[in-house]
T-cell receptor, first 114, second 113 residues
Framework: GDSVTQMEGPVTLSEEAFLTINCTYT??????LFWYVQYPGEGLQLLLK?????DKGSNKGFEATYRKETTSFHLEKGSVQVSDSAVYFC?????????????FGAGTRLFVKA | DAGITQSPRHKVTETGTPVTLRCHQT?????MYWYRQDPGHGLRLIHY???????DKGEVSDGYSVSRSKTEDFLLTLESATSSQTSVYFC????????????FGAGTRLSVL
């Protein structure tokens, strides 16, 4: 079945450092790919998305490119801030017999130190 | 913010008791989902609904049932709660558009003692 694998955390960085969180997926069809972010005590919220191969999603300085040849969707940010400390989830969504289903990775916790 | 309300936000119950969690939306979205979040597992789908009275199982549906009698409400029931069902439960909704972006409620923290 479909699956999402993302790098284990926690990831600890100093402010203004470069961030990469790796994400790879397996899917039978042509899924859409997402990064969601979860701040303490809250639900997940969409960070960015890409719906087809070679699309680049971007938001708030974060970027990720849908790479079909490597089945990857790595999250990057050039200069992290303390306020980026959160848990990041990679996810894929595909149309199934009963409608859309979304599969989430295990999440990667990011700590950014001042 | 998407209009999604989960109730209760926190609940402590005893093993063997029935528990119902409610998700209410004001967005008129077609799809509704129940997930549980546990350390090391990310979010796992319990059940989902693709319309009124139309529901299907997710990957961890054993011990859970759901009902959707109205577009806006999706109920999750634990018929006889067990300690393994201690978790944080999230409801999500989606239109099925834009690749199926999901919008999440704030979560319900359930402890089964």
């Amino acid at each position: 079945g479909d699956s999402v694998t993302q790098m284990e955390g926690p990831v600890t960085l100093s402010e203004e450092a470069f961030l990469t969180i790796n994400c790879t997926y397996t899917a039978t069809g042509y899924p859409s790919l997402f990064w969601y972010v979860q701040y303490p005590g809250e639900g997940l919220q969409l960070l960015l998305k890409a719906t087809k191969a070679d699309d680049k999603g971007s938001n708030k300085g974060f970027e990720a490119t849908y790479r079909k040849e490597t089945t990857s969707f790595h999250l990057e940010k050039g200069s992290v801030q303390v306020s980026d400390s959160a848990v990041y989830f990679c996810a894929l969504s595909e149309l199934d017999t009963g409608g859309f289903k979304t599969i989430f990775g295990a999440g990667t916790r990011l700590f950014v130190k001042a | 913010d998407a209009g999604i309300t989960q109730s209760p936000r926190h609940k402590v119950t005893e093993t063997g008791t029935p528990v119902t969690l409610r998700c209410h939306q004001t967005e008129n979205h077609r799809y509704m989902y129940w997930y549980r979040q546990d350390p090391g597992h990310g979010l796992r789908l319990i059940h989902y609904s693709y319309g009124v009275k139309d529901t299907d199982k997710g990957e961890v549906s054993d011990g859970y049932s759901v009902s959707r009698s109205k577009t806006e409400d999706f109920l999750l029931t634990l018929e006889s709660a067990t300690s393994s069902q201690t978790s944080v439960y999230f409801c999500a909704i989606s239109e099925g558009q834009g690749g199926n972006i999901q919008y999440f409620g704030a979560g319900t923290r359930l402890s089964v003692l």
